[in-house]
């Protein structure tokens, strides 16, 4: 298995793991079903942040297979408290055919360490309270509940 930073030419398999994540998600929350044209608008948008100096995106690759990526980037908070920028993890996603082998574990390490090279000292993410898999993931890799985003339906 091969970690490294995704490049333009990742992008189609970019994209196919992308459409299983988000098709995954879409079973689980109704709030998640793409838009026909969202393959569209995510090759574009991830083609874009591939070239980004506060983005990195690493893909797992096996036999010249994308497998797997992690799309990590730096943010910052209003400037009202002390804490200035921290890492956000957008998204991780490994095919299904191989989860299970501690590829996502790998992806998220790398992240990690970039994250930690530019400085930062925090890392966040969302998940969809559904995803229990994600949950328990997020969990093994150190992370803890801090704040919770409500949601009003209308």
């Known amino acids: 298995m091969k970690i490294r930073r995704a490049c333009l030419e990742d992008v189609p398999g970019l994209v ?24 569209e608008k995510w ?12 983005v990195r995106i690493f893909v797992a690759e096996s036999e ?9 980037m730096v943010e910052s908070y209003p400037p009202i408290i002390t804490i200035k920028n921290y890492g956000f993890i957008q998204e991780i996603a490994v095919t299904e055919k191989y989860r299970r082998r501690g590829i996502a574990h790998l992806l998220f390490e790398t992240a990690e360490e970039w994250l930690r090279s530019v400085g930062l000292q925090r890392i966040e993410l969302k998940i969809d309270v559904a995803n229990e898999l994600s949950r328990s993931f997020w969990k093994k890799e150190g992370f803890e509940r801090h704040t919770e985003t409500l949601i009003k339906k209308f």
Request: glycine residues 2%.
């Open 64 to 72: 010249a297979v994308i497998v797997g990526y992690i799309v990590a």
């Open 16 to 39: 196919s793991l992308w459409v299983e994540f988000m098709d995954y998600h879409s079973a689980l929350d109704s709030d998640f079903v793409r838009t026909l044209d969202s393959v």
């Open 43 to 54: 090759t574009s948008y991830i083609s874009t942040q591939i070239a980004e100096n506060a």
